[in-house]
Nanobody
Framework: QVQLVESGGGLVQAGDSLRLSCAAS????????MGWFRQAPGKEREFVAA????????YYADSVKGRFTISRDNAKNTVYLQMNSLKLEDTAVYYC???????????????????WGQGTQVTVSS
């Protein structure tokens, strides 16, 4: 069983930066593909970013490419999402997710991830 706990959310102004963290339990964290998703009010959950188990490959949604950076520290069982140049439309609950198969895919469908955190709220104001 894997438990994921997100932190780092908050209220920021447009243009600001924020870093989210996701701490994972489990000895095999380093084998997992990790992803970040988000869900805005009234909208479906959408993919944000993913990182291969090794950290050597990353993939981003077009809406965040060039502004967000996903990284991981396998020694700390933690994955990060650095968010720069935040926009109003980035307001959402952000979820950390783990794919225990470790496979790499650019699809990053929700169904490919089998463990989820409880989410952390990010609110961007003008």
């Amino acid at each position: 069983q894997v438990q994921l706990v997100e932190s780092g959310g908050g209220l920021v102004q447009a243009g600001d930066s924020l870093r989210l963290s996701c701490a994972a339990s489990g000895r095999t964290f380093s084998n997992y593909r990790m992803g970040w998703f988000r869900q805005a009010p009234g909208k479906e959950r959408e993919f944000v970013a993913a990182i291969r188990w090794s950290g050597l490959s990353t993939y981003y949604a077009d809406s965040v490419k060039g502004r967000f950076t996903i990284s991981r520290d396998n020694a700390k069982n933690t994955v990060y999402l650095q968010m720069n140049s935040l926009k109003l439309e980035d307001t959402a609950v952000y979820y950390c997710a783990a794919d225990s198969t470790g496979r790499w895919s650019v699809n990053n469908a929700i169904r490919e991830y089998d463990y989820w955190g409880q989410g952390t709220q990010v609110t961007v104001s003008s």
